[in-house]
């Protein structure tokens, strides 16, 4: 199979291949419904998945619904979280994302992009990665790993999430995006490893241009 020269064709070729090696890709952070998905991510910026799965099962037994928390002082909030890196700012964040919700959204998490940045604690990334995986909308969450692999790929040469993610948008088929996502982040995890990539058992390494093998 001749290599894709363009990098949307590098793109379609590595969603083509990802989706035979991770057929089964969910999201890592547990959750029951898009309330829980959407505090699990915002606890997850700069923490990892299973240290945000240790803490929230405490969290929404005491938390289980916007209403619960948007009545409390974020140092109410902090023990339940104080595992998690930036624990004191998150649970600010928490709070107030609570409170809006409860406020202007009838404590539903609204699916538009607009209105899901406007919480406190709620960026691109974040607002994706719910919009994807628990509200079946389209949605592309660009972390260090998705920004790392379109590099290595020739996808893209941006290093601003927010251009990777207009640039991948186009890309990949609007309903695919998510799990374009996830797939590519569990390479990056899995195989693709920033400091000790294994080229020589990556399914990309007969187009990637920065393969070693």
């Known amino acids: 199979?001749?290599?894709?020269?363009?990098?949307?064709?590098?793109?379609?070729?590595?969603?083509?291949?990802?989706?035979?090696?991770?057929?089964?890709?969910?999201?890592e952070l547990d959750h029951r419904n898009p309330f829980?998905?959407?505090?699990?991510?915002?606890?997850?910026?700069?923490?990892?998945?299973?240290?945000?799965?240790?803490?929230?099962?405490?969290?929404?037994?005491r938390f289980p619904d916007p209403w619960s928390l948007a009545t409390v002082d974020p140092e109410q909030v902090e023990p339940y979280v104080d595992t998690i890196g930036l624990f004191r700012q998150k649970s600010k964040s928490l709070v107030g994302m609570a409170q809006l919700l409860v406020d202007e959204y009838d404590g539903e998490v609204p699916?538009?992009?607009?209105?899901?940045?406007?919480?406190?604690?709620?960026?691109?990334?974040?607002?994706?990665?719910?919009?994807?995986?628990?509200?079946?909308?389209?949605?592309?969450?660009?972390?260090?790993h998705v920004i790392r692999l379109s590099n290595l790929l020739g996808i893209t040469t941006?290093?601003?999430?927010?251009?990777?993610?207009?640039?991948?948008?186009p890309m990949v088929p609007a309903m695919e995006r998510g799990q374009f996502s996830l797939r590519m982040i569990l390479h990056g995890r899995r195989v693709c490893i920033a400091r000790r990539p294994q080229c020589e058992d990556c399914v990309l390494n007969d187009f990637c241009p920065s393969s070693r093998v």
């Open 1 to 27: 199979m001749a290599k894709p020269r363009s990098p949307k064709g590098r793109a379609q070729r590595t969603h083509e291949r990802l989706v035979g090696e991770y057929p089964d890709a969910e999201c």
């Open 36 to 61: 829980e998905l959407l505090a699990a991510t915002i606890l997850s910026a700069q923490a990892t998945d299973v240290g945000v799965n240790k803490a929230t099962p405490g969290l929404f037994a």
């Open 111 to 144: 699916s538009a992009m607009k209105d899901l940045t406007r919480l406190p604690g709620v960026g691109r990334k974040t607002a994706n990665v719910v919009r994807s995986v628990a509200l079946n909308q389209p949605g592309l969450p660009v972390d260090t």
């Open 158 to 169: 941006e290093s601003n999430a927010v251009k990777i993610e207009m640039e991948l948008n």
